[in-house]
């Protein structure tokens, strides 16, 4: 079974950067694609940002052209880096495939841009 743990997460300024990891264990991870997604408080879960196994990305208007999702498949690891965060980017971000398993949600890493 896969399990997901995503790190890198802390408080930062608006403004600021972030590199947030995922790493995979247990399962293909390179035959997946994968995902960035986000729940601020008091909203629903959203995506943020997806890959394929080939590499090829999407991204939330929101974010783009400030976020950017790689991946390393020798490493099971799916990155988000994040640019010019902005206060509404305040959320605990969680990675799983896209489309996203119940089973496979891990805690999440918390982002807070604050000032």
């Known amino acids: 079974q896969v399990q997901l743990v995503e790190s890198g997460g802390g408080l930062v300024q608006p403004g600021g950067s972030l590199r947030l990891s995922c790493r995979a264990s247990?399962?293909?991870?390179?035959?997946?694609?994968m995902a960035w997604y986000r729940q601020a408080p008091g909203k629903q879960r959203e995506l943020v940002a997806g890959?394929?196994?080939?590499?090829?990305?999407k991204y939330a208007d929101l974010v783009k052209g400030r976020f950017a999702i790689s991946r390393d498949n020798a490493k099971n690891t799916v990155y988000l880096q994040m640019n010019d965060l902005k206060l509404e980017d305040t959320a605990v971000y969680y990675c799983?495939?896209?489309?996203?398993?119940?089973?496979?949600w891990g805690k999440g890493t918390l982002v807070t841009v604050s000032s």
């Open positions: 799983n495939q896209d489309p996203p398993r119940t089973i496979y």
């Open positions: 247990g399962g293909l991870f390179g035959i997946y694609v």
């Open positions: 890959i394929t196994n080939a590499g090829n990305t």
